[in-house]
Each structure stands twice: as structure tokens, then as C-alpha cells.
């Protein structure tokens, strides 16, 4: 169905007289706008998307998922976007064996007419065979679930400042190099069972902290302290065991003023008691949800936070 935009317009009449007239020019469904691919060039519009919805804008983390990912989006014949969302691929070039979906949202004034649907359904399609992954609000979820995703665990979102406890004990940390790469490359594909390259190997430009935890000289964990807003996100959060983790956390607060934030899968009981020891407040809680797989890969003993909800 077609809709029509109209405006008023004064013309012109018989001695000087002027007149209104209502001009009415036919504008697209919603239905009809097509759906493109997102690039960096749409940064602003995907911000400003954001900021609509009532989210920060989130430039750093936007720039950082239309570089590693592919951006999917909606044009507003009034300018701007309707929706965007973006999915992170991972495994061999163009045959991955994971994607992870995020950053899904339609314009306010878009809302509930379907959008959030179709564009879901454009990227299942789009992918194929590719299983997915998403983390989901309570107010997303329903639409997830009905699109065949299954809900498979759960995450909580913490926040606050952290406060040391005292001497900690742990193996030892440094700031990651360089030549740390290569081997924090292979943990992460041993840990999330997929190979994320492309992704963690921009983790040096993106994060403010990228740190190692190890133990007679092999790597047994990293981590990475990216900026966001006021506070000082963390994640990836892959360790050994909890003390590892609560090692490479200690070591991050240690160099930084701001509040962390991050998302901790709630298997992780002992870690989760210890950071709100620590001073961090619990926010919120997500849903991870899987399509086409019953549980993501790897070893969920050792993957104790995301980069981001949006990437995995």
C-alpha cells in the first residue's frame, strides 16, 4: 500500500491575491523500502538511530561492528534510517560456521509496524545455513523467539566503580604486545570454538586496555577494557578459571578512573558474587538465544564475558 506525503503551497493569484494549495506526492510503504548494506559511511545515521531509541549513540562501538561485521539497513525517504542492525561473522572467509547479530533497531516512529521483523528475517535468510546468535532484552525476545530463535542461556549486565579488595591473589597480568597476538588469537578460537581473527585482531585499535594473564610463559587468559560512554567496558573476558578472571578484571580497574561495565554469563556465580563485592551493581539481564544450533560452540567454563552483546 501506498502512502502520500502532502504540504500546503501558496501560489499566486489575480491581482496579487495568493492562494493555498494542498499537494499531495505518493511516498512508500514501509513494506517497500529495500534493505542495503550498511558502511561506515553510515555511521551518524546508525548513531543517531541509536540516540531515537533512547540508547547512547555509541560512535566507537558502531565504527567498530561496520568494520569487523556487515551492517544491514533501511533508508527514511525523510533521511536518516528506519532500522539497522549488524551481524559479525566467524570462521573461514566466506564459509563461517557462526554469526552473531546485534544492534538491532527501528526509528521510534517506526515502531511497531513490522520493520524489526522483516529486517530479521532478511538477515536469516541472508545467512543461510550460518547458525546465529543474539543477546536479547526482555522486550526483544518475543519477537526472537518467534522467529525461530531458542533461547539457550543468560547473561547479567553489571556496572559500578570497582573496588579493590585487598591483596588479590591470581596468576600475573601484564599489558599485552604485540607478539601476545598470535597466541591470544588461538586461546580465543579454543575458547569460543570458532576462529574470531578478524574481530580480535582489532582489539589493539579499539580498546583503551588489552591484557594477558599467564602462567610459566603460556597465555591462560585476556582480556580487553574498551570505552564506552563514561564507563570502561569489559570483554572479552576469556580465562582460565574464575581466579584468572578475577586476576585480569583487578589488573583492568587498576588503569582506569572509570566505571566498568560488563556482562558476565550468569554460570558464573563465583565470579558474579566477588565483582558485586567489588562494587558492581547489577543493571539487567539478557537472554542468549541460538538459530540453527542447540548451544553456541566452545567452552562456556572459560568465556566469561563478551566483547560486546552485539558481537559475542
Known amino acids: 500500500m501506498t502512502k502520500?506525503?502532502?504540504?500546503?503551497?501558496?501560489?499566486?493569484?489575480?491581482?496579487?491575491?495568493?492562494?493555498?494549495?494542498l499537494t499531495c506526492v505518493p511516498t512508500p510503504s514501509l513494506a517497500a523500502l529495500p534493505i542495503r548494506r550498511l558502511t561506515l559511511r553510515d555511521l551518524a545515521a546508525?548513531?543517531?538511530?541509536?540516540?531515537?531509541?533512547?540508547?547512547?549513540?555509541?560512535?566507537?562501538?558502531?565504527?567498530?561492528?561496520?568494520?569487523?561485521?556487515k551492517g544491514f539497513g533501511i533508508d527514511?525517504?525523510?533521511?536518516?534510517?528506519?532500522?539497522a542492525c549488524v551481524v559479525t561473522e566467524y570462521g573461514a572467509w566466506g564459509r563461517p560456521d557462526l554469526a552473531a547479530v546485534g544492534m538491532v533497531l527501528v526509528a521510534g516512529r517506526h515502531g511497531r509496524q513490522g520493520v524489526g521483523r522483516r529486517l530479521m528475517r532478511h538477515v536469516v535468510s541472508s545467512m543461510g545455513t550460518t547458525p546465529l546468535t543474539l543477546h536479547a532484552t526482555p522486550h526483544g525476545r518475543p519477537l526472537y523467539e518467534e522467529l525461530g530463535f531458542k533461547v539457550t542461556g543468560r547473561a547479567e549486565m553489571l556496572r559500578g566503580r570497582f573496588t579493590p579488595g585487598g591483596p588479590e591473589s591470581g596468576p600475573a597480568t601484564r599489558a599485552a604486545t604485540a607478539e601476545d597476538i598470535p597466541a591470544i588469537v588461538r586461546l580465543d578460537e579454543e575458547v569460543f570454538g570458532t576462529d574470531r581473527t578478524p574481530l580480535i585482531t582489532r582489539l589493539p585499535a579499539f580498546a583503551d586496555q588489552l591484557r594477558v594473564a599467564e602462567e610459566d610463559g603460556r597465555?591462560?587468559?585476556?582480556?580487553?577494557?574498551?570505552?564506552n560512554m563514561d564507563t570502561h567496558v569489559v570483554g572479552p573476558l576469556i580465562a582460565r578459571d574464575t581466579e584468572t578472571a578475577k586476576a585480569l578484571i583487578v589488573s583492568l580497574a587498576a588503569?582506569?578512573?572509570?566505571?566498568?561495565?560488563?556482562?558476565?554469563?550468569?554460570?558464573?556465580?563465583?565470579?558474579?558474587?566477588?565483582?558485586?563485592?567489588?562494587?558492581?551493581?547489577?543493571?539487567?539481564?539478557?537472554?542468549?538465544?541460538?538459530?540453527?544450533i542447540a548451544d553456541l560452540p566452545g567452552d562456556w567454563t572459560r568465556r566469561f564475558a563478551p566483547l560486546t552483546v552485539a558481537a559475542g
Open 219 to 227: 597465555l591462560i587468559g585476556y582480556t580487553a577494557a574498551w570505552p
Open 76 to 83: 527514511d525517504p525523510e533521511g536518516g534510517l528506519v532500522a
Open 46 to 69: 546508525c548513531a543517531d538511530l541509536s540516540e531515537d531509541r533512547g540508547w547512547p549513540r555509541e560512535e566507537h562501538k558502531w565504527g567498530f561492528l561496520l568494520t569487523a561485521g
Open 255 to 292: 588503569h582506569t578512573e572509570r566505571p566498568l561495565r560488563t556482562d558476565i554469563d550468569v554460570r558464573h556465580e563465583e565470579l558474579l558474587t566477588w565483582a558485586k563485592e567489588r562494587g558492581l551493581a547489577s543493571v539487567a539481564f539478557n537472554s542468549v538465544m541460538t538459530y540453527g
Open 4 to 21: 502520500s506525503t502532502c504540504v500546503r503551497v501558496e501560489t499566486g493569484g489575480r491581482q496579487g491575491h495568493r492562494s493555498d494549495s
